[in-house]
């Protein structure tokens, strides 16, 4: 254990001098999160009268009666609660193509490689870099979030619409499970790439399905609730088995040396 | 005793046959100097005695440990200063060191103090605390080699020390690789510095794909060019060519560099004969000096051939 602790212990210590990757990692999840509460905040004062038309109102009868700047809240509340997903999946996708690319283009792999330092240790290491910011600020980011919608929410009734326990679970359960497939998924794409910001922009496709649940609930097409989110956690729990047997094939010292570089 | 021993090592990629059947000895406490020319494989085989990679075929035994078998005891008992520093350049050079001392396991006092050791001896404590990034590649070179020995390694690999340093740089790292030898360390050195390795190698290997020739630098004259006489003369030396070839113990002669150059199987009983022979025969014989041939001919010898 006490090398991946002195690997993750390196890692950010490099991420504290790269001030462009912290800026650009927490802008993210800082401006999602206020522009998610200003959001609720403006709806309840400004009711948009086309709300009561929209399939996510219409298919869910716990949202009948409501008055419509209330609605509001609850519609669009819920619709940035399903955009705090794509944290999970950006932020590991920035932090680990920095982190294993930029150890190729530096060249820096073979000496590390040739230490004692097993490869499953530099594999956890450099996923646990990438995982545990990610993991954290997504769920600092949501407790924000909840604090927020608390404030601006207009009716204790209203908070209880957006921060349901389906939404706490999401992110709770599926959001570390988002950020270890942006990381298996990384490890895959950083073996085949030699720039960190291609990496991270093949990587940004995977914030697709999160767009897709987006407009589904949007439409009424989905509705967030516990089934639906277990059985998310379960289908991103054999997408991570799969991605990280690929990610760990690739990972070998052999490999890395011969081909990565 | 042999530090590294190898039995047909082949590590083939593909099609592509990169080490073909290496067997080589190198005894415990010697520098060994690997020549080749670029592509020849030099990288593959250090990889491969560093546990980085896998043979194809073939074993080895480094620092008794068997390749395959006991990869990470290898790691543990080898440095390696790769072909390029592979630095940090975020960190510092005292942080990158302690870094690299907590992978091969050493406590913090003991990697501050090996630190400490290597940056005074190699001329880097002042600037222990400055980014690497401001590192000129001389010191990051030494920065590089500094990391190498951490551990304290029985068996140091180093692939191209000097190369693009200036030559006080130059000096530095070679005296270094002197008292690194001293200490008994066994240094596997992978060079196209020639002179360097004339001066630094117990043995040398000549190596393309697979090892041409090895021995010591004078073992590789002998065997290559043989010994000899260089003979200066007064006036032209080219009339007195037939004169020395015509002679029985004369293996051959040619013209080089101004006087007579010639092979014989035995200088020091010959030399008084070949002497007599010229004066005999009327010529002014001012000097005669051993017949000397550089590194740099010998490897060219060994290379130019497919």
């Avoid at chain 2, 590590?11 to 046959?17: A, D, T, V």
Wanted: charged share 20%; net charge neutral.
């Amino acid at each position: 254990m006490h090398h991946i602790r002195a690997l993750l212990e390196k890692e950010w210590l490099e991420l504290r001098h790269e001030r462009g990757l912290i800026i650009s990692t927490l802008a993210f999840p800082l401006l999602l999160t206020i522009i998610g509460i200003v959001a609720v905040v403006a709806l309840g004062r400004v009711p948009d009268q086309d709300t009561a038309q929209l399939g996510a109102v219409q298919v869910d009868p716990a949202l009948a009666g409501l008055p419509l700047e209330q609605l509001g809240q609850v519609v669009v509340g819920r619709q940035f609660g399903l955009l705090f997903l794509m944290m999970p999946l950006f932020i590991p996708s920035v932090l680990a193509s920095y982190s294993i690319v930029g150890e190729k283009t530096r060249r820096t792999l073979e000496p590390l490689l040739a230490t004692p330092l097993a490869t499953w240790e530099l594999l956890v290491a450099k996923s646990l870099a990438a995982l545990l910011p990610a993991v954290l600020l997504t769920w600092l980011a949501g407790a924000i979030y909840v604090g927020g919608v608390a404030l601006a929410a207009l009716s204790p009734q209203v908070f209880g619409l957006i921060i349901t326990p389906a939404w706490l679970l999401l992110l709770l359960l599926c959001g570390p499970l988002l950020a270890l497939l942006a990381v298996a998924l990384a490890v895959l794409i950083s073996s085949r790439v030699n720039d960190p910001r291609s990496a991270q922009q093949i990587a940004g496709v995977v914030v697709l399905p999160i767009l897709a649940l987006f407009f589904s609930q949007l439409l009424g097409l989905v509705q967030v609730n516990i089934a639906f989110v277990l059985a998310m956690a379960l289908l991103l729990l054999l997408l991570n088995v799969l991605t990280l047997v690929l990610a760990t094939r690739l990972f070998q010292r052999e490999a890395i040396l011969t081909r990565w570089t | 005793m042999n530090a590294i021993e190898t039995t047909g090592l082949t590590r083939r990629f593909g099609q592509r046959l990169a080490v073909e059947d290496l067997s080589l000895a190198v005894p415990l406490g010697s520098v060994f100097g690997f020549l080749g020319p670029n592509g020849a494989g030099k990288t593959t085989t250090v990889r491969m005695l560093c546990a980085l990679i896998g043979p194809t075929a073939g074993t080895a035994c480094v620092a008794g440990k068997r390749l395959g078998a006991e990869d990470a005891a290898i790691r543990r008992n080898v440095g390696i200063l790769t072909e390029t520093p592979g630095l940090y350049d975020k960190l510092s050079a005292l942080e990158n060191l302690r870094f690299f001392a907590r992978l091969y396991d050493l406590s913090e006092a003991r990697a501050l103090s090996q630190a400490e050791h290597y940056l005074r001896m190699l001329g880097l404590w002042e600037r222990r605390n400055d980014a690497v990034g401001g590192f000129s590649k001389g010191m990051r070179q030494k920065l590089a080699i500094a990391r190498s020995l951490l551990h304290d390694p029985a068996i140091v690999f180093l692939d191209e020390p000097t190369a693009g340093l200036d030559p006080q740089a130059s000096r530095t790292v070679r005296d270094f690789i002197k008292e690194l030898r001293a200490e008994g360390r066994t240094i596997f050195l992978t060079t196209h510095n020639l002179p360097e390795a004339d001066e630094l190698c117990d043995q040398i290997g000549v190596f393309r794909t697979r090892l041409l020739h090895s021995g010591t630098p004078e073992q590789l004259r002998a065997t290559l060019f043989g010994r000899g006489t260089l003979l200066r003369l007064a006036g032209d030396p080219a009339p007195w060519r037939d004169t020395v070839a015509a002679l029985p113990f004369v293996q051959g002669v040619e013209l080089r560099d101004g006087g007579l150059a010639v092979r014989l199987s035995n200088p020091d009983e010959q030399n008084p004969l070949l002497a007599r022979a010229l004066v005999a025969a009327g010529a002014n014989l001012r000097y005669m000096e051993p017949l000397e041939h550089s590194l740099e001919d010998v490897y060219l010898e060994l290379v130019k051939t497919p």
